[in-house]
């Protein structure tokens, strides 16, 4: 793994959020309209970030973009839920289900549509959708990264990328190198020195891994 092929994930779903953006608005209220809101979303401080980092930021936006979007869909035309829950089971798989809830808070319009008295109350079934969505909910081993996560060292050095990538931390102390599992979960572990594999390890949350690497 290098460091381009670190980044570029979230990169290309920065991207492609920004993409979905601009062709969104750009449908409802114009191109130009499209344009900036795109532009807006790409140059603003969070997508500036997700860009600069190696985290699933870029990739739960995505998900969750496309969730929301497919929310609104669902609810004009009042069919094609399974669409939305497809999309914010993704989004729970890359970070969580907190996925499910940002991607249906624009739903909260019905309460404020029917206030204004323009009542467009939620149609469809979301039989297919919910099933999916406790299909995975029952299966955690679903809602996890399959296999270890895999630390590669080049030499002893510790590659740039690594200080943000998400849920570990790696540092150099006193010559050693240093591991630390910030999740709020266990994780296993497998570090590599210039792609040949050293050690493997099951990190406890919080826990630190020192590695005297010469």
């Not at 590669?152 to 570990?168: F, H, K, M």
């Amino acid at each position: 793994m290098t460091t381009f092929t670190l980044y570029l994930p979230t990169a290309v779903a920065t991207l492609l959020t920004a993409w979905i953006i601009a062709v969104a608005d750009g449908r409802a209220f114009g191109v130009r309209a499209g344009m900036f809101g795109g532009l807006a979303f790409l140059l603003s401080n969070f997508g500036a970030e997700q860009m600069a980092t190696a985290r699933w930021d870029g990739l739960f936006a995505l998900t969750v973009t496309i969730a929301a979007l497919a929310a609104f869909r669902a609810w004009m035309r009042g069919d094609g839920w399974t669409t939305f829950w497809l999309a914010a089971t993704i989004a729970t798989l890359t970070k969580g289900s907190v996925g499910v809830l940002l991607a249906g808070l624009g739903l909260a319009a019905v309460a404020w549509e029917h206030l204004a008295g323009r009542r467009k109350p939620l149609r469809g079934s979301h039989v297919t959708g919910i099933g999916l969505r406790t299909a995975v909910a029952a299966y955690p081993r679903m809602a996890t990264r399959v296999g270890p996560l895999v630390v590669t060292l080049s030499g002893v050095r510790l590659g740039p990328a690594w200080d943000n990538v998400i849920d570990l931390r790696s540092s150099r102390r006193a010559g050693d190198t240093v591991i630390d599992n910030v999740s709020g979960e266990s994780q296993e572990v497998q570090v590599r020195i210039d792609g040949r594999p050293r050690a493997s390890r099951r990190l406890a949350a919080g826990e630190s891994w020192t590695l005297a690497v010469p």
